[in-house]
């Protein structure tokens, strides 16, 4: 399975973007696709989760307000659309997916990931 992550790229502050997690490999209505951002020299954030059985979505506390997850079952991919962007949301975002059964976290997305797609740097300045 393989996974790439679109449509990143310069934005001002109070824009909007939305990103594109593209999967080949297997079909996306069957597994869960999630959504993580990273800023060099600090931890992996997780951003959301859409699960293939059903579509229900999960979202970190943080993240729901400006942040809103959906795909495209017949296009195979997974969407972000990302809203009112502040300078702190500057990071590389990329997409991953769970193949198998999987424990969740609190926001009900899985806590492991098995695969990892090539991130997509946002930058949001003015």
């Known amino acids: 399975v393989q996974l790439q992550a679109s449509g990143g790229g310069l934005v001002q502050p109070g824009g909007s973007l939305r990103l594109s997690c593209a999967v080949s490999?297997?079909?996306?209505?069957?597994?869960?696709i999630g959504w993580f951002r990273q800023v060099p020299g600090k931890e992996r954030e997780r951003i959301s989760c859409i699960k293939g059985a059903g579509g229900s979505v999960g979202y970190a506390e943080s993240m729901k307000e400006r942040f809103t997850i959906s795909r495209n079952n017949a296009k195979n991919t997974v969407y972000l659309q990302m809203d009112n962007l502040k300078p702190e949301d500057t990071a590389v975002y990329h997409c991953a997916t769970n193949l198998g059964d999987f424990v969740s976290d609190q926001t009900g997305c899985p806590v492991e990931y098995d695969y990892w797609g090539q991130g997509t740097l946002v930058t949001v300045s003015s």
């Open positions: 490999g297997h079909h996306l209505d069957y597994y869960v």
